[in-house]
Antibody, heavy 124, light 107 residues
Framework: EVQLVESGGGLVKPGGSLRLSCASS????????MNWVRQAPGKGLEWVSS????????YYADSVKGRFTISRDNARNSVYLQMNSLRAEDTAVYYC?????????????????WGQGTLVTVSS | IVMTQSPATLSVSPGERATLSCRAS??????LAWYQQKPGQAPRLLIY???TRATGIPARFSGSGSGTEFTLTISSLQSEDFAVYYC??????????FGQGTKVEIK
């Protein structure tokens, strides 16, 4: 069974940092790009970042560029999101999501499956 | 690319058909996906490539359209289908963009 499990969320003060982790199992991790998507309380979905299978290509939403860093460890089947200079508007559930199809990075970037999410709250 | 879904809320009786719309601000070819999200749960992929059902998705869910106009149809609503539905384009990214969602509620 394909599974994604996020961890690392919590309460942090504005300006603080947090590192999210996403552990995967049940598929060949090295073949797939991975994404982070967030959802603020009561709001819709917002794509945050994407990393290709070999880490050669990395993309960010403008809202997090320069503050967040995505990375992966293919030996540990895990992807990470380092979040610095956090703001109140970063408060959200953060989901890890796998690229839907591994045959082409750019043209197959739908998301399946998703992890259960981890809540990040930025508040003083 | 801005994705606009309509209506924001759709009230439907069980057993009836539901038709959800998604419009892109420019062509996304057929690079469009649909997701279902229930309260407290992660989104679940329903459709990709505008019309291909994901593994395990019932045949009552169907997607159509290309370019800028897309439709998700649920042919006969079951109790478990009441949820929020999102469309997503992956044609021209970054950024990947989602619609704002359509809530399907019980009439």
């Amino acid at each position: 069974e394909v599974q994604l499990v996020e961890s690392g969320g919590g309460l942090v003060k504005p300006g603080g940092s947090l590192r999210l982790s996403c552990a995967s199992s049940g598929f060949t991790f090295t073949s797939y790009s991975m994404n982070w998507v967030r959802q603020a309380p009561g709001k819709g979905l917002e794509w945050v970042s994407s990393i290709s299978s070999s880490s050669s290509y990395i993309y960010y939403a403008d809202s997090v560029k320069g503050r967040f860093t995505i990375s992966r460890d293919n030996a540990r089947n895990s992807v990470y999101l380092q979040m610095n200079s956090l703001r109140a508007e970063d408060t959200a559930v953060y989901y890890c999501a796998r690229q839907g199809d591994s045959s082409a990075y750019y043209s197959n970037n739908w998301f399946d499956p998703w992890g259960q999410g981890t809540l990040v709250t930025v508040s003083s | 690319i801005v994705m606009t879904q309509s209506p924001a809320t759709l009230s439907v009786s069980p057993g009836e058909r539901a038709t959800l719309s998604c419009r892109a601000s420019q062509s996304v070819s057929s690079n469009l996906a649909w997701y279902q999200q229930k309260p407290g749960q992660a989104p679940r992929l329903l459709i990709y490539g505008a019309s291909t059902r994901a593994t395990g998705i019932p045949a009552r869910f169907s997607g159509s359209g290309s370019g800028t106009e897309f439709t998700l149809t649920i042919s006969s609503l079951q109790s478990e289908d009441f949820a929020v539905y999102y469309c997503q384009q992956y044609y021209n990214w970054p950024p990947v963009t989602f619609g704002q969602g359509t809530k399907v509620e019980i009439k």
